[in-house]
Structure formats: structure tokens, C-alpha cells
């Protein structure tokens, strides 16, 4: 069977899977894009992809199936146990998260000794690797740059943190005593995300859900108890810039990056700050503010904002999105399509 060079995307189907598949579909109407996924890939999305694969990146045997079937050049590492879910099931969340993560990485070896070419490989990291051990600190603090306060108090965070670790050592010193060169088998490069917001899906099982939850119940009409404070702020993205941000990474020359993680940051509302927003264009909105306070805990160990000067110097992130344009341009329209 020929082999056939391929964009590999685990979690394909969630909240950045979607959007992604369709910028880099729009971008290359060629690209091959391997849908992997633990459901069946969303029926609009699904004709954009050269395969929909519904699947577990823990099943060994259909990942080397992958490999055996496909030529894949670019691996979208997506699928992830995120943050309140992993605080339920711990010992799962480090499978997912973790053994998932090393599972790809693998993976993208093998591809590589095959076709001989480096495999670049993309993973989402998050704002839930940082850890600010007293809540009063993270609003006094300078915004965080990327080697301060990686310290998470959560699974998912330390999960997130290791696994930027293993894309550095995949990437720098993969077997680094073996007598065979592996040098470059992987080019990992990750991103730090705020939370994101979407106007067509809702994330589910993280921390920073609150915000497209609010939104999102405000456009269908429905009433929203947030479980986060009036005062508590924290990073948010529109998902337009988060895909942008994405695509320039993967593309920027290697020897612009001098590391392989990167922070970024958009704008920074309180939760209040959030539901005014959401109020002036649904003003019908029934907001109610209901700290769940352990959960609250989790938002409060996340920085308020984050430094980003590496990203915006070295492959010119730039996001083009405030919370203004991110409600009026982006959220309001499409949320109010997708609802009627
Ligand atoms: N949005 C994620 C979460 O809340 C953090 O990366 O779990």
C-alpha cells in the first residue's frame, strides 16, 4: 500500500480540534488530515478530513496500524484529560495525559525512521502549569514568564509540565547514548494557552470553562451560575488567535525558537468583567455568581496574566482579538447562527 503524508490530530474533535482542522483545510485544500478522536468526528467537520479514526491514543495497536497505513509529517497532539476531570480520576488523567503523550511521541519516531524526515510535532500546554502557592500573590506579581512558578497544584498542570519536558528531550537528547544518531526524529513545539473561548463548542471537564459556559448559556437563553468569584481574573483567548498562534509556531524556522514552550496572552477579564460583556450583547443573560470554592482554588493558582515577549519576538505572535472585538466580531455572530 502507498504511504500517504498525512497531519496526524488527536483529540480532533474538541474544542481546538474543530477550529484547527478548519483553518489548516482552508489554508491547504491538499492537506490530509487524520481525525483521531474518542467519539465519532462532528458531521460538518468530518468532510475536511481524509480519515475520521474513532479511537483511544492508549490502544497500542491502532496507533501502529497509523503508522504502518500512513506517512505522517506533523502530529497535532489535541487529546487531554483537562482539569476538574483530572481532580475525579487522578491515576486516569496521568494515563490520558501522560502515557497518551508518550504513546504519540513514539509514534512520531517511528515515522521518522521511516520516511527520514523530522516529524514536528505540536502540544498544547496551559496556563495550569504554573502554581501560586498564596492567592493574594498572583495579583501583585509581574505577569509570568515561562521558568517562573511551575509549580501546579493540579494532576492536569504537573501533567502538562512533564509532558513539555518530554517533547525538550525527544527533541534534544532522545537517546542520547545510543551509538545510532536520533538526532531530530522530533521538532516539538508547544504553547502555553490561556483559557479559550469558542463560538462553536464548549469545552468540557476544564477550570477555565466558565467563561465560554457563560457565553454560551446566555445565547441559548438559558440561566448560568458561575462557580468562580466576580473578582477572579484570569487569561482568555479567542480560539481565532489560539489557531493562528498554532499555525505560526509550527511554521517559524527552527532556529528563531530558543525554546520549545511558549507563553501567550490576550486579555485578562474578571469573571464580572466577563458577564457585563455578555450582558450588553444578551441582555437577557441570567448570571449568578456561586463560588465553588475548591474549584475556585484551582483558577486562583493560575496567573492572572502571563509574559509573552519570547512568543511576540521570536515567531511574532501578535493576536488580533480583545475582549471587545472577541464578543462583537467573533462570539456574538457565529454563537447566534449556531443557536437559532
Ligand atoms: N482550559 C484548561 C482547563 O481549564 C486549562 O488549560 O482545564
Redesign the pocket.
Known amino acids: 500500500m502507498s504511504r500517504k503524508p498525512a497531519v496526524l490530530i488527536t483529540g480532533a474533535n474538541g474544542e481546538i480540534g474543530q477550529s484547527l482542522i478548519v483553518a489548516l483545510t482552508k489554508r491547504d485544500p491538499d492537506v490530509r488530515v487524520l481525525a483521531l478522536d474518542l467519539k465519532e468526528m462532528d458531521s460538518e467537520i468530518r468532510p475536511r478530513c481524509e480519515a475520521g479514526i474513532v479511537g483511544d491514543i492508549l490502544d497500542q495497536g491502532l496507533l501502529d496500524r497509523l503508522v504502518s497505513e500512513y506517512e505522517i509529517s506533523t502530529i497535532y497532539h489535541l487529546a487531554a484529560l ?3 476531570r483530572g481532580e475525579f480520576t487522578p491515576e486516569t488523567a496521568h494515563q490520558v495525559n501522560v502515557q497518551g503523550t508518550l504513546n504519540l511521541l513514539k509514534l512520531g519516531v517511528e515515522q521518522s525512521r521511516w520516511h527520514g524526515a523530522t516529524v514536528r510535532f505540536f502540544f498544547p500546554s ?3 502549569v504554573y502554581g501560586i502557592p498564596i492567592r493574594d500573590t498572583r495579583n501583585t506579581i509581574d505577569p509570568v514568564r515561562e521558568h517562573n512558578w511551575t509549580i501546579p497544584i493540579t494532576m ?1 498542570g504537573c501533567n ?1 509540565l512533564y509532558c513539555e519536558n518530554l517533547g525538550r528531550y525527544y527533541t534534544r537528547h532522545y537517546k542520547q547514548l545510543a551509538a545510532e544518531d536520533h538526532g531530530r526524529r522530533i521538532d516539538f513545539r508547544s504553547i502555553r ?1 490561556p ?2 473561548i469558542s463560538a462553536y463548542t464548549v ?1 468540557s ?5 466558565y467563561g465560554p459556559e457563560m457565553i454560551h448559556a446566555a445565547a441559548k437563553g438559558e440561566p448560568y451560575a458561575c462557580f468562580v468569584s466576580e473578582e477572579t481574573r484570569l487569561p482568555f483567548m479567542a480560539m481565532p488567535d489560539a489557531v493562528t498562534a498554532m499555525v505560526q509556531l509550527m511554521q517559524a524556522p527552527a532556529e528563531s525558537l530558543s525554546r520549545v514552550v511558549y507563553n501567550i496572552n490576550a486579555f485578562n477579564p474578571s469573571a464580572g468583567e466577563f458577564a457585563d460583556r455578555t450582558r450588553e450583547v444578551f441582555p437577557d443573560a441570567q448570571i449568578s455568581f456561586e463560588p465553588d470554592l475548591q474549584r475556585e482554588r484551582l483558577v486562583h493558582s493560575w496567573p492572572a496574566s502571563v509574559n509573552d515577549t519570547l512568543a511576540r519576538s521570536e515567531w511574532g505572535f501578535s493576536p488580533t482579538y480583545d475582549i471587545r472585538r472577541t464578543f462583537d466580531e467573533y462570539l456574538v455572530p457565529n454563537i447566534k447562527k449556531r443557536y437559532s
Open positions: 483537562l482539569s476538574t496551559s496556563i495550569a492536569y502538562k494557552f483559557g479559550l469545552p471537564g476544564g477550570t477555565s470553562d
